[in-house]
């Protein structure tokens, strides 16, 4: 068993209409969910991602309304790196984020860059086989657009006390200073860095987990192989969207399996995907209930089209 690659990356914004402007408008990607927190269903989950919303795009936001600023320390993932195709992607990026404010560092290969609230993104000229996943934006180029995901990188004081775990019951292969995670279709890194003095402290622009793709018949056989690790996996717990195993790699960040289907067009048109706030059948009961305390956003492609 191999898994595929990052299936999504999961952080906090204290200001969905905010994120929602920064994701959807300014770097392009398709708002394809609109939900809740399945275990807090009083606040959205977001997902922005390529057109179809495939695994592998798909960065997710918790909106907890006026969360205080977080702060990447020991334990957490401190950046998310997305592909693009070439340099001429990066001078896209960088007129184009200059252009709404947002400061960048340039060097060769890379642009580096952090969202409304301090999460910090970086683009990486890839040159790689897999599947380039692209959202369709008026104002983007499909061939500058983001491609998916490349690697996380995350804090740690001592990352032998991972590699073990990494290298043996994850399978992830070690390249250079970082791990390749690489299955059938599709692959990506896991990279760790020193992390500051200072102790992180989760809130708004921080990741609260990342997730790995399995395939759906191999999730229990997952489960057990981590449980067997001694890393006390949770049990296999239906999302509705995908199934997902959550369980702390020994630096202590929050990873998830997450199976690669059955997708997000199970309760969606594909051709609308993110328009209305959609409910998994267990929740559906309790529309009338949360709708109202969730922050009113406009569907983005509805606001584009009508200027």
């Known amino acids: 068993m191999k898994l595929n690659g990052i299936h999504h990356i999961t952080a906090i914004t204290g200001d969905a209409p905010r994120n929602l402007d ?13 939900t809740v927190n399945q275990d807090d269903p009083t606040v959205y989950h977001l997902f922005y991602a390529d057109e179809r919303g495939s695994a592998g795009s798909d960065i997710t936001f918790f909106e907890y309304p006026g969360a205080l600023p977080g702060r ?3 334990g957490m993932v401190h950046t998310v790196v997305f592909r693009v195709a070439s340099e001429e992607a990066l001078d896209f ?3 184009r984020l200059g252009a709404e404010g947002v400061e960048v560092e340039r060097t060769q290969g890379t642009l580096r860059f952090a969202d409304p609230e301090g999460l910090v993104l970086e683009l990486e000229v890839v040159d790689t086989s897999d599947e380039p996943l692209v959202a369709e934006h008026p104002e983007i180029p499909g061939e500058h657009a983001l491609q998916g995901f490349h690697a996380v990188r995350a804090y740690t004081r001592d990352p032998e006390q991972s590699r073990a775990f990494l ?23 896991y990279a760790y860095d020193e992390p500051p003095a200072e102790n992180g402290r989760p809130g708004g622009g921080t990741v609260h987990h990342v997730a790995f793709a399995t395939k759906t018949e191999e999730h229990d056989a997952w489960q057990q192989r981590i449980a067997e690790s001694g890393a006390h996996p949770t049990p296999v717990i239906d999302r509705f969207y995908f199934k997902s195993i959550y369980f ?16 997000f067009a199970t309760d ?22 949360v709708e109202p305390l969730l922050t009113p956003l406009p569907d983005p492609r509805a606001t584009r089209a009508a200027s």
């Not at 290298?167 to 890194?189: H, K």
């Not at 969606?268 to 209930?289: K, V």
Request: no cysteine; hydrophobic share 40%.
């Open 248 to 263: 702390r790699e020994p630096s202590g960040v929050l990873f998830e399996l997450a199976t690669l289907g059955p997708g």
């Open 93 to 95: 990026w960088a007129e």
């Open 167 to 189: 290298e043996g019951p994850l399978g992830f292969a070690p390249e250079g200073d970082a791990w390749e995670v690489r299955g059938e279709t599709r692959g990506g890194f």
């Open 268 to 289: 969606e048109d594909p051709e609308h995907l993110g328009e209305r706030l959609s409910l998994p059948p267990n929740f559906e009961h309790l529309r009338a209930e």
């Open 72 to 74: 990447a320390g020991a």
């Open 22 to 34: 920064f994701y959807a408008r300014v770097l392009g990607l398709r708002l394809v969910k609109k």
